[in-house]
């Protein structure tokens, strides 16, 4: 049972523009989340949180706005650029359980 | 630099080899994990320790072992794997487990590994 979903299993930007990942969730006890950054061959990098007491966080190019009612957040990255270019995991936790829940990625290209 | 590092980073291993794979993160963490990530897969959570006790174990088959000997380090230890179990296993380390709020989790490099 997938309790965090990343519907788009891809993304192409212009480089300058903005990108715009989004990722849903089902479970309403979930507080905290996150986003990562992967590379071919590499483990995920810790991007950019969010707590749900919050509904913008905001890192450099980085936003992250949840919007708990649709349990829905999205990740921002303004401007694009092309080293951005490489999946990004949306994760979630509450304080009730003992784990992650991770989305299926989104592949985002950042085309120069 | 990482935090977390993992070695080796690449195994080849045959289904009657046994072979671990070794785990160890510097940020003075309390909690550590084991991930499967397969193509095209979510990130499968492994095994969960905390404290160096295991507090999560999500029905992981006996031919995948794990160790935690101390909150520093963590080892997979595989036997007998079949070749769907081919993959990369990523480490991990949080402060605390996940259920405390605001806790995040930072990720190793990975092992790459291939069962033949």
């Known amino acids: 049972d997938q309790q965090v979903k990343q519907n788009s299993p891809s993304l192409s930007v212009q480089e300058g523009r903005i990108s715009i990942l989004n990722c849903d969730y089902t479970n309403s006890m979930f507080d905290y989340f996150l986003w990562y950054k992967k590379y071919p061959a590499e483990g995920p990098t810790f991007l950019i949180s969010?707590?749900?007491?919050?509904d913008k966080n905001e890192d450099g190019r980085f936003t992250v706005f949840l919007n708990k009612s649709a349990k829905h957040l999205s990740l921002h990255i303004v401007p694009s650029q092309p080293g951005d270019s490489a999946v990004y995991f949306c994760?979630?936790?509450?304080?009730?359980?003992?784990?992650?829940?991770f989305g299926t990625g989104t592949s985002l290209t950042v085309i120069p | 630099e990482t935090g977390v590092t993992q070695t080796p980073r690449h195994l080849v291993m045959g289904m009657t080899n046994k072979k671990s794979l070794k785990c160890e993160q510097h940020l003075g963490h309390n909690a550590m994990y084991w991930y499967k990530q397969s193509a095209k897969k979510p990130l499968e959570l492994m095994f969960v320790y905390s404290l160096e006790e295991r507090v999560e174990n999500n029905s992981v088959p006996s031919r995948f072992s794990p160790e935690c000997p101390n909150s520093s380090h963590l080892f997979l230890h595989l036997h007998t794997l079949q070749p769907e179990d081919s993959a990369l296993y990523l480490c991990?380390?949080?402060?605390?487990?996940?259920?405390?709020?605001?806790?995040?989790?930072?990720f190793g490099e990975g092992s790459w590994l291939t069962v033949v």
């Open positions: 991990a380390s949080s402060q605390d487990s996940a259920g405390t709020s605001g806790n995040t989790i930072y």
């Open positions: 969010i707590s749900s007491i919050k």
């Open positions: 994760a979630a936790t509450s304080n009730t359980g003992n784990q992650f829940y």
